[in-house]
Every structure is written in structure tokens, then in C-alpha cells.
């Protein structure tokens, strides 16, 4: 029951970000509320329809759907009168990656899927509906990006799988959360990057 409702809680900060990207770009409310469902429930879905787990999340529980559109009408409202502070929504943000990284597995998992499959899952579900989000908002999704995002969820992912070998569930669920929320608030506090492709071309003779 809590990891319902800690996903619950990673639908609507997703939704949250989804829908400020859309007020970047000057959205009508149809484009805020399309930003803020695809970034929420994005991942999950395309990780359901990848795995045959039908029918996909929000359609068998339409409380995610209600959670996503919610917090994409109460962000286009309250975002004309009061400010979002960054810093807060990046700790949110992190929360709901590392909930969604743990959840995608444990869906994975509980279809019998190896470990590469539970954890490329884990990422999907954590970081797809922002690749989605940032397509249709015309921006390089940030997992393209030098920033530790996706590698956060592979490394909840992972954790989650060994936790299941050596731990009770709970405890698992708990471990991998923390391993893939604090990867990425270190990364953001400290500014720790991937390193970046540089293609240098040869001088012509």
C-alpha cells in the first residue's frame, strides 16, 4: 500500500513538471494537460504495452489518470499566481524517478523477466515520459543530456533486483529507492556528469 501511494505521488510530481514544460512554451490548457498525462504515465505505459501486461496501468486503476490530469489543472491555476521553487521540485522529481525505477522492476520481475529486462524496464518506467515530455515540447530530452538522470534509475533498478536476493521485500523496495534518490540529488548537488561525446573533425588538407 505505500509504494501505491508513493507512485501515486511520482504520477503527480511528473504531471507537476509536465505541465510547467508546457507553460515554458506557452501552452493552451489542452497542451499543459496532454504534457502532464505523457510525462506521468508515459513510462509505465510503454513499459505495460513492451511486456504484454494488459491492459496498462492507468486503464485497469483510472486514479492514475485523475492524479495526472489533476496536477496539470492545479499547476496551469496556481502557476499564474504563485512560483514553483526549482529546488524543490528537483528533490520531488528525484523521488518520483527513483519510486518509478523500483516499481517498473517490480513489475518485471513479477512477470518473470531476467535482470537485464527488470532493469531496462526500471529505467523505462522512470525516465520515458520525460523523453516523451521533451520530444513534444521540441527540447533534447534530458537523458541525451550529460546529466545523471537515467543512470539514477538503472542504478535503483539494480539495486532492487539484488535486494530480492538478500533482503525482505520492504526492505528491498526501501534500499533501492534510496540508492536511486540519492544518486541523483549527489549528481545534482555536486554536479557530477557523464562525460560527453566529442567529435573532432580532422582538418581538411
Known amino acids: 500500500m505505500v509504494m501505491y501511494y508513493l507512485d ?3 504520477v503527480i510530481v511528473f504531471a ?25 504515465l508515459g513510462g509505465g505505459t510503454l513499459r505495460d504495452v513492451i511486456l504484454g501486461n494488459q491492459p496498462v496501468g492507468w486503464v485497469k486503476d483510472n486514479t492514475y489518470l485523475w492524479c ?3 496536477a496539470g489543472l492545479f499547476t496551469f ?5 504563485a512560483h514553483f521553487p526549482r529546488r524543490m521540485l528537483l528533490v520531488a522529481d528525484a523521488l518520483g524517478l527513483a519510486v518509478f525505477a523500483v516499481i517498473g522492476s517490480e513489475v518485471a520481475l513479477s512477470l518473470g523477466m531476467p535482470t537485464l529486462i527488470v532493469t531496462i524496464m526500471g ?17 533534447i530530452p534530458l537523458i ?12 535503483g533498478s539494480l539495486s532492487y533486483v539484488a535486494g530480492q536476493y ?8 526501501l534500499v533501492a529507492v534510496t540508492v536511486g534518490f540519492s544518486v541523483r540529488l549527489l549528481a545534482i548537488r555536486y554536479k557530477v556528469s557523464l562525460p560527453i561525446f566529442l567529435l573532432t573533425e580532422r582538418a581538411s588538407r
Open 16 to 40: 507537476i513538471s509536465g505541465a510547467l514544460e508546457a507553460g515554458k512554451k506557452r501552452m493552451d490548457l489542452f497542451g499543459v494537460l496532454i504534457l502532464a498525462v505523457v510525462t506521468a
Open 166 to 173: 538478500l533482503l525482505p521485500t520492504p526492505l528491498a523496495t
Open 123 to 139: 529505467m523505462m518506467s522512470a525516465v520515458m515520459g520525460g523523453l516523451i515530455r521533451d520530444v513534444l515540447a521540441n527540447e
Open 8 to 10: 501515486l505521488f511520482g
Open 68 to 70: 495526472a490530469l489533476g
Open 77 to 81: 491555476i496556481a502557476g499564474r499566481f
Open 144 to 155: 541525451f543530456q550529460k546529466e545523471i538522470y537515467a543512470t539514477a534509475a538503472i542504478l
